[in-house]
Nanobody
């Protein structure tokens, strides 16, 4: 049974930082691209960042480029999202996702087979 468990969310002041983690089990982690998506209240889920299976390539939404960094540790079956210079508009539930196959459509939710339950991030102004 595949499980993706996010952690690290919370309340932070604007300009602050948070580091999200997503621990995976039940799958061959290094065979999956990993992504982070977010969903704010009343809005659709949107792509945030993704990383290739080996970690050599990373992709970001324009809204977070230069502020967020995605990384992975295949030995620990964990993907991270370091979020710096947080803004109130970053407030959302953040979800990690695992995608098999070789598609390069990292920003598309259909690319991903498994999803975590999410962790809440609130950025206060």
């Amino acid at each position: 049974q595949v499980q993706l468990v996010e952690s690290g969310g919370g309340l932070v002041q604007a300009g602050g930082s948070l580091r999200l983690s997503c621990a995976a089990s039940g799958l061959t982690f290094s065979s999956y691209a990993m992504g982070w998506f977010r969903q704010a209240p009343g809005k659709e889920r949107e792509f945030v960042a993704a990383i290739s299976r080996g970690g050599s390539s990373a992709y970001y939404a324009d809204s977070v480029k230069g502020r967020f960094t995605i990384s992975r540790d295949n030995a620990k079956n964990t993907v991270y999202l370091q979020m710096n210079s947080l803004k109130p508009e970053d407030t959302a539930d953040y979800y990690c996702a695992a995608g098999g196959g070789s598609s390069n459509s990292y920003s598309t939710s259909r690319r991903y087979n498994y999803w975590g339950q999410g962790t809440q991030v609130t950025v206060a102004s």
